[in-house]
């Protein structure tokens, strides 16, 4: 399993780079929507922050659920901004936690967007 995680803070993105690779998933890393464009063929899931600049992750869910062939790619957002779990929900997110994250809740959540069937 490979997941893309796309956060614009350095610090972020690599404690959730170990939390996953301690689990044995491979990742890839996007400091932005924008940037995270190029990886979408090979991630398996999506861990998304909202703030960014560029493209924050609002409009970077918009674009990918437009594509059909990524509409059903898990796509969890990770914030500290409560007050978007319903606009990012609304445009297309699977999920949504609140950091700070917990490495087991984390690893559940991921579990449980990515199963088959």
């Known amino acids: 399993m490979t997941a893309l995680v796309v956060d614009d803070d350095m610090i972020n993105r690599k404690l959730l780079s170990n939390i996953l690779r301690k689990s044995g998933i491979n990742v890839l890393e996007a400091s932005n929507g924008a940037e995270a464009m190029k990886y979408l063929n090979k991630a398996d899931v999506i861990l998304l922050d909202i703030i960014m600049p560029i493209m ?62």
Do not use: Q
């Open 56 to 117: 924050n992750g609002i409009d970077f869910i918009k674009v990918v659920r437009a594509d059909e062939e990524y509409k059903d790619l898990p796509i969890l957002v990770l914030t500290t901004d409560d007050s978007k779990k319903e606009e990012a929900l609304k445009v297309g997110a699977t999920d949504f936690i609140i950091k700070p994250i917990s490495p087991i809740y984390l690893m559940e959540k991921i579990n449980e967007v990515t199963k088959e069937g």
